[in-house]
């Protein structure tokens, strides 16, 4: 019977087979008169709309989560030795943009739809930086500071080239390179391929014979229409069922050994490498050919098993990256092809690891077979699907092999993003010889570092095991490091359970002065039992339950008492004392000791924050260890008395004047929260003028110029969901666990007044043009002692729809814990003398900061970052920093809120290690 071959069983064929298969098809066709030109992908109409490809699309719609985030940038960095002719290069990168149209491609949304648009003129990002002129031992050191800076810098999906090039100078004959791109724009073949035509036209240009540079037969976009166009949901479907099939039943997350709860959880991630001996390499590529299966096939199996002892778990479940590139077209296209495959295994303790290969073989090869799905329509189509959580990727050649320039020793040099997505993920490189190696990345919130090293010295011995005998059963391989993660999590348990019962020492009140002392700490601090000998800080007590404190006692004993006594007086019995003899023991000025530490050391002085007082750097003094000498800067007119400074310049000398009498001389280390990290700034330039040194400038997420912008309504309200999602919702279920129907109660609030939201009438909603917002929201973060919010014009935006999206933006923006950040909305309903002379320095405060502007400093600014954001806003990777400071900006991301992190321990760790390597210097 004839076979009757159409263009759709053509196309379905073609996109199901493995490139040899499709070489015999295509044998197949030619003998029955058929010309499979026809059904190659054609280049696009140019008047049509270009949609994102599906895994455009993926990137695209997660990127609007954290849309001011550089995780999803794709940074390389390179060592070059031998005469690199610098204007060839710059030419060469120039065409390479010129010649990819996904380097010049913008993402925006059209009439509902998204769209990409190829940019016509662009103007390319390509530097060369000369830094010959320092001494030896900085160069490479600047160069690895400015580039790792640059690496980290967010792309602007709607408006920028996809690609930047700077080349440092680090001598006559030495360079480091730095290439980034964003995950929009390539996948890790394209790299590979965008490093080749980059050595070929560097080649060419160099000889001036560009006549062997083909034009690329079609362009991404090309791709992108095609792909839409094509593939249906009856092409789609055998994939689906067969997705389906394989998923069903899968646990949606595994029990990973992670030390605090994962709403805790942050991008930042930490990253411990590791290498095989050759003999070992050399070993495991003898098992694999034995075993009929591909590196990357062993270390699913290895890595999965990994999982399997150190979670208990039997079904186990991990995500990997595949090409997807099965038409001879787009093979060496540069572009994002990639598409998320999940990869399942079933353990039982009687399988050998020889039976295990073998099940990750023909799960691998399926998963190839059908490996066209778009993750998020598979997601889309199942009720519930394993969490796409680790990662593993195989390479199998080191990046610098792929650039081949002429006369030139090309090394690859680490650049670190220090940003994940995965909570795990493991990245292998096996060249096929020589030594395997790789790295383990992690969420730096979930997993100690001890663990994962654990996990690298279990990877080494399991290895080293099963190459010497693949029949092993399992549950007879001996692994060197126990990881138990329900001990984990019982560790989690007992240790908060310790925390909520602790035992103190309680010792009854005698005098009047502490029972009442004691009364008003009950009541505040929600605590029926309190002893004389209690600590404030131990049960809970915070600057703002401060501030009701002393606001009850000024009431109690018509005493009004600075909120640093607690740092010398932080019990019943102490505190009792002060109030006692206050006339005599009470000081008003701005130099508060937190921590006397070690006379020897240098001192760290922190300038108050938005609260103007200095409590919330206990924690901070604490962690860094009691040798460490912290003082605080607390703002005048807290007593309602002396005078305030009325410029940022005179609030700076005023602090100046006060630290030298503790410290004469420098070199001097500041720090500040907030809008404190403004006077600290002005503080070290008045320093610096007086020609004293200033070794350490930290600001604790303070926000600079061009910090943080609005983003547009559809990003803004993902963005805003996302939040809701991650920081109020656990919250909310935390507190209301016990009592479910007050969580009731408030979901109804919310979804009532969402609701009210949507309902309100078009003709209602005012517009406000993107320069005004901008300069609103501008003011509203750069000055955290202004209100936070304004009337709902502010969110408006020109279609109805966007209206009702940003106006339910601004709601969960209003009741996240940004709004409340300041006296006048932390103390709204208190009417003290303490509160009043808080909202009065606010009040004042917010005019002095609209007056100062910060000047570029001569100097390095070390931020730290906090990791939760501003819902529905795009903040700055270095908070607007780096057009300040003249010596570059270091940025460590800390896990927490605005205020949360000064309690992170990881906070302080990181500033140890500047005090040190500062004091060092």
């Known amino acids: 019977m004839a076979t009757f071959i159409t263009e759709r069983n053509i196309f379905q064929s073609l996109v199901e087979l493995s490139t040899e298969q499709r070489q015999l098809l295509e044998l197949l066709l030619k003998k029955q008169g058929e010309d499979l030109a026809q059904f190659a992908i054609p280049k696009r109409m140019g008047s049509e709309l270009i949609p994102l490809s599906y895994s455009q699309e993926r990137i695209w719609t997660i990127a609007q989560f954290s849309p001011d985030t550089f995780v999803d940038n794709v940074p390389v960095a390179f060592q070059i030795s031998g005469n ?13 943009i010129e010649r990819n149209e996904i380097f010049r491609t913008t993402c925006t949304v059209r009439d509902r739809q998204l769209v990409q648009t190829v940019m016509t003129t662009f103007k390319p990002w390509v530097e060369i930086i000369d830094l010959s002129h320092f001494s030896q031992e900085e160069r490479l050191e600047r160069a690895t500071s400015q580039a790792e800076a640059i690496a980290r810098q967010p792309f602007d999906l709607s408006q920028d080239v996809l690609f930047r090039a700077i080349v440092f100078c680090l001598g006559e004959q030495e360079f480091l390179a730095l290439l980034v791109t964003h995950q929009f724009a390539t996948d890790g073949l394209s790299f590979r391929f965008l490093l080749q035509e980059l050595a070929t036209l560097y080649k060419a240009i160099l000889v001036g014979d560009r006549s062997s540079l083909l034009e690329p037969n079609i362009q991404y976009p090309d791709f992108a229409v095609w792909q839409r166009q094509w593939f249906s949901d009856a092409i789609f479907e055998p994939q689906t069922t067969y997705w389906k099939q394989q998923l069903s039943g899968a646990p949606t997350q595994l029990k990973l050994p992670i030390y605090q709860s994962r709403q805790f959880a942050t991008l930042d991630a930490g990253c411990e490498k590791f290498e095989f001996s050759s003999t070992l390499s050399d070993k495991l590529r003898e098992l694999c050919r034995q075993q009929g299966v591909t590196s990357f096939m062993a270390f699913v199996a290895l890595f999965q098993l990994i999982l399997h002892r150190c979670t208990l778990e039997n079904d186990i479940s991990i995500g990997t990256l595949m090409s997807n590139r099965n038409r001879r077209e787009v093979e060496k296209l540069v572009g994002n092809f990639s598409n998320n495959l999940l990869l399942r295994t079933n353990f039982s303790s009687d399988l050998s690891f020889s039976e295990v290969l073998t099940k990750v073989r023909e799960t691998t090869l399926d998963a190839y077979s059908y490996q066209d799905l778009p993750f998020q329509r598979l997601s889309a189509s199942l009720a519930s699907i394993p969490q796409f959580q680790i990662l593993l990727l195989l390479r199998d050649s080191t990046t610098a092999q792929n650039l081949d320039l002429p006369d030139l020793q090309v090394r690859d040099f680490p650049v670190e993003l220090g940003l994940t997505r995965m909570e795990l993920s493991l990245d292998i490189t096996d060249s096929g010889k020589d030594a395997i190696f790789g790295k383990l990345e992690y969420k730096s919130a979930l997993f100690e570092t001890s663990t994962i090293k654990q996990i690298i010295q279990n990877l080494q011995a399991l290895l080293e095991s099963v190459t010497e005998n693949q029949e092993l059963k399992i549950a007879d391989i001996v692994l060197p490091e126990t990881i138990d993660c329900t001990q984990f999590h019982e560790n989690l348990k007992d240790e908060l359970a310790a925390t909520q019962n602790s035992n103190r020492q309680f010792v009854a009140p005698t005098t009047e002065i502490e029972k009442k002392l004691i009364a008003v700490w009950s009541e505040i601090l929600n605590h029926p039992q309190i002893g004389i000998y209690d600590n404030f800080f131990e049960l809970g007590g915070h600057s703002l339950l401060a501030v009701k404190l002393f606001a009850e006692m000024e009431k109690q004993f018509g005493k009004n008492l600075p909120l640093s006594v607690l740092f010398q007086a932080p019990t019943i019995c102490q505190l009792a004392d002060v109030v006692q003899r206050a006339e005599e023991t009470v000081s008003w000025s701005p130099l508060v000791t937190i921590q006397a530490g070690d006379f020897k050391k240098l001192p760290l002085f922190c300038v108050h924050g938005a609260g103007f007082n200095v409590l919330i750097y206990r924690d901070v003094a604490r962690n860094l260890g009691a040798d460490q000498p912290v003082y605080g800067l607390q703002a005048r007119g807290l007593d309602g008395n002396r005078p305030v400074h009325l410029s940022f310049e005179s609030i700076a000398a005023d602090y100046i004047r006060e630290i030298q009498t503790v410290q004469p001389e420098g070199p001097y280390m500041l720090g500040g929260l907030s809008n404190g990290g403004n006077i600290a700034l002005e503080m070290a330039q008045q320093l610096r003028q007086q020609g004293q040194e200033v070794i350490l400038l930290a600001l604790f997420d303070t926000y600079g110029p061009d910090a943080i912008t609005l983003l547009p309504p559809l990003p803004r309200f993902l963005s805003s969901v996302d939040y809701l999602r991650q920081h109020m919702l656990p919250a909310y279920l935390l507190k209301t666990r016990s009592q479910p129907k007050i969580l009731l109660s408030e979901l109804q609030t919310v979804l009532g007044a969402v609701g009210k939201v949507l309902l309100q009438s078009k003709a209602r909603a005012e517009t406000l043009d993107r320069e005004k917002k901008l300069a609103f929201f501008s003011e509203v973060h750069m000055q955290k002692s202004d209100p936070i919010f304004s ?9 109805f729809l966007e209206q009702k999206l940003a106006q339910i933006s601004k709601y969960i923006l209003q009741r996240s814990s940004w709004a409340f950040l300041t006296p006048s909305t ?24 609209k007056t100062y502007n910060a000047q570029p400093y001569a100097g390095k600014i070390t931020v730290f970052k906090a990791g939760e954001t501003p819902p529905g806003h795009r903040v700055d990777a270095r908070l607007g920093w780096s057009s300040i400071a003249r010596d570059g900006v270091e940025v460590f991301n800390i896990p927490g809120n605005h205020t949360s992190i000064m309690a992170s321990k990881l906070l302080a760790e990181k500033l140890k290690i500047c005090i040190e390597k500062a004091v060092g210097n």
């Not at 932390?826 to 900061?849: A, C, G, H, P, W």
């Open 84 to 96: 690199l002719n610098l204007q060839v290069f710059e030419k060469s990168v120039h065409l390479l």
């Open 791 to 799: 009337d709902p014009g502010h969110f408006s935006a020109p279609s």
């Open 826 to 849: 932390q103390l709204e309903e208190m009417d003290d003398v303490i509160s009043t002379n808080l909202r009065s320095l606010e009040e004042i405060y917010s005019k002095v900061q």
